[in-house]
Structures are given as structure tokens and as C-alpha cells.
Antibody
Framework: QMQLVQRGSGLLKPYETLSLDCSVY????????WAWIRQAPKEGLEWLGE???????NYNPSLKSRITISADARKKQFSLRLRSVTATDTATYYC???????????????WGQGSQVTVSS | QSVLTQPPSVSGAPGQRVSISCTGS?????????VHWYQQDPGRAPELIIF???NRPSGVPDRFSGSKSGTSASLAITGLQAEDEAYYYC???????????FGEGTWLTVL
């Protein structure tokens, strides 16, 4: 069964760069889309973006100027970079495999374990 | 404020049936985009329980079922069990926002 394992930053200061990696185990990397989703404390879920096979990306327009999602198929790993973070970026960040749909209209399964990121001076 | 509206909470006794609604609009559910449902225990990652409006992933009990009509969708849980107590989120795509969107979540209490 496919498993996604996340690694990355925990405590950041304002204007620093959030950096998270997600490694894919026990399953293929190619032929899927890979997504990042976050959940602010006591809030709902927010889709951040997806990377397609071949490297094409779709981002949430609200973050488009600050976000980069990249992938290394050889390592079966994909990454999230979010620049110039503020307190409003404090959240648990999840990676997930995206399936179904055509572009970014699919579902997410499985999910990584989550990475708590806190932005504070 | 999400474009998909869910009730903040629902409750039911063990063995009973509960339903959680997810109301959208003509730019998401009403436009024909599929609805998916997730279960989230506090402190854990969400898990997919319904995809493509009505389909259950392998391993999800048939007590869970999904439906969709017009601009809304519903998740039904029959034969409630204590382990079903969790947050439930609907998800779809919004063509106006050009993003996947999630409902605000519904907390299910098993009395």
C-alpha cells in the first residue's frame, strides 16, 4: 500500500521560506498528480497546488506569487516551497496523491502524516 | 468561508443513521464536478471514504454511502459506531476559483 512520508521545517520566522518534502513509498510515482494541502488551527482544509507528470503545476491563485511545487521522479519525491511566510501560514501541511478528474478536479488518497508549521517572531 | 457549506455538527446514537449535507453552487457541484468525502480523527490526516460521488475505496465499510443531486451532495452513515466519531469533509472543484475546494467540516458525535 502506497505511503507518503513528509519531512521539513517546523518553526519559522516571518518572511522566511517554508520547505517541505514528501517521499512516495510502495507505489509508482509517474502517472499521478501530487498535491499539497494545508489546515490552519481549528480551520478547514485548503488546497495549495498540484504537480502533474512532466512537471506542469497548478497553484491556488491566492498563493501563486509565493508558492513553488517541484518533483524529482527519480527520488520519488515532491516538494513545497512557500516564500515570505507570515503568521497566517501557520498550519499543518499535508502532501497527498491526486487521482481522478482531468486537471485539478480529482480526489486525494493517500495523505502524508502531516507537518506542523508555526510562523512566529 | 468555504464555497461548500456543511453543518458544523451532527449527532446520532449507536446503530442509528446520520446524514451530512454539502451544499455548493453552479460553479462547483452544480457544474457536474464530482464530490469526495474524507474522515479525519483529531490530530490525524484526513482519509478518503467516498470518491466520485458514490464510490467507496477498498476497506471502507458499506455503512458509508454518498449521493449527489443538483448543487448538493450528502454522506450517509448507517449503523453508527463509536469509532465513527470524527470530522467529515466534502471536497469538489470550483471552476470560478480554479481550485479544489473543501467544505468547512462537520463534527459527528456518537451519543
Amino acid at each position: 500500500q502506497m505511503q507518503l512520508v513528509q519531512r521539513g521545517s517546523g518553526l519559522l520566522k516571518p518572511y522566511e521560506t517554508l520547505s517541505l518534502d514528501c517521499s512516495v513509498y510502495s507505489g509508482p510515482f509517474n502517472s499521478y498528480r501530487w498535491a499539497w494541502i494545508r489546515q490552519a488551527p481549528k480551520e478547514g482544509l485548503e488546497w495549495l497546488g498540484e504537480i502533474h507528470e512532466g512537471g506542469r503545476v497548478n497553484y491556488n491563485p491566492s498563493l501563486k506569487s509565493r508558492i513553488t511545487i517541484s518533483a524529482d521522479a527519480r527520488k520519488k519525491q515532491f516538494s513545497l516551497r512557500l516564500r515570505s511566510v507570515t503568521a497566517t501560514d501557520t498550519a499543518t501541511y499535508y502532501c497527498a496523491r491526486a487521482s481522478g478528474g482531468v486537471e485539478v478536479d480529482g480526489f486525494f488518497d493517500p495523505w502524508g502524516q502531516g507537518s506542523q508549521v508555526t510562523v512566529s517572531s | 468561508q468555504s464555497v461548500l457549506t456543511q453543518p458544523p455538527s451532527v449527532s446520532g446514537a449507536p446503530g442509528q443513521r446520520v446524514s451530512i449535507s454539502c451544499t455548493g453552487s453552479s460553479s462547483n457541484i452544480g457544474a457536474g464536478y464530482e464530490v469526495h468525502w474524507y474522515q479525519q480523527d483529531p490530530g490525524r490526516a484526513p482519509e478518503l471514504i467516498i470518491f466520485g460521488n458514490t464510490n467507496r475505496p477498498s476497506g471502507v465499510p458499506d455503512r458509508f454511502s454518498g449521493s449527489k443531486s443538483g448543487t448538493s451532495a450528502s454522506l450517509a452513515i448507517t449503523g453508527l459506531q463509536a469509532e465513527d466519531e470524527a470530522y467529515y469533509y466534502c471536497q469538489s472543484y470550483d471552476s470560478g476559483l480554479t481550485t479544489s475546494v473543501f467544505g468547512e467540516g462537520t463534527w459527528l458525535t456518537v451519543l
